[in-house]
């Protein structure tokens, strides 16, 4: 069973910077997207930011300019650069990738980040 495992979540001031990462336990084949979710309390999980397996990225519109997403495919690792950050991006923060002929979803457990002064 992949698991995959967030870090880099914390505390930081709003302006500040944090890059999360996200390994998988074990190599993942044919990757389709990675992705980045967040949840804040009371509201929906969305997405924030995913990169497909050809490259191209999408990001929420609130995040644009700000955040990054990258991948570092033999390190099984998805990375979310997150500069200029804002209160409202407190939240917790979850990986996915979907991968497989199946598509199947693969989930980590969500590390939290909170930005306050």
């Known amino acids: 069973q992949v698991q995959l495992v967030e870090s880099g979540g914390g505390l930081v001031q709003p302006g500040g910077s944090l890059r999360l990462s996200c390994v998988a336990s074990?190599?993942?084949?044919?990757?389709?997207?990675m992705a980045w979710y967040r949840q804040a309390p009371g509201k929906l999980r969305e997405l924030v930011a995913a990169i497909i397996s050809d490259g191209s990225t999408n990001y929420a519109d609130s995040v644009k300019g700000r955040f990054t997403i990258a991948r570092d495919n033999a390190k099984n690792t998805v990375y979310l650069q997150m500069n200029s950050l804002k209160p409202e991006d407190t939240a917790v923060y979850y990986c996915t990738v979907r991968a497989g002929i199946s598509l199947r979803d693969y989930w980590g457990q969500g590390t939290q980040v909170t930005v306050s002064s």
């Open positions: 074990e190599r993942i084949f044919n990757i389709y997207r």
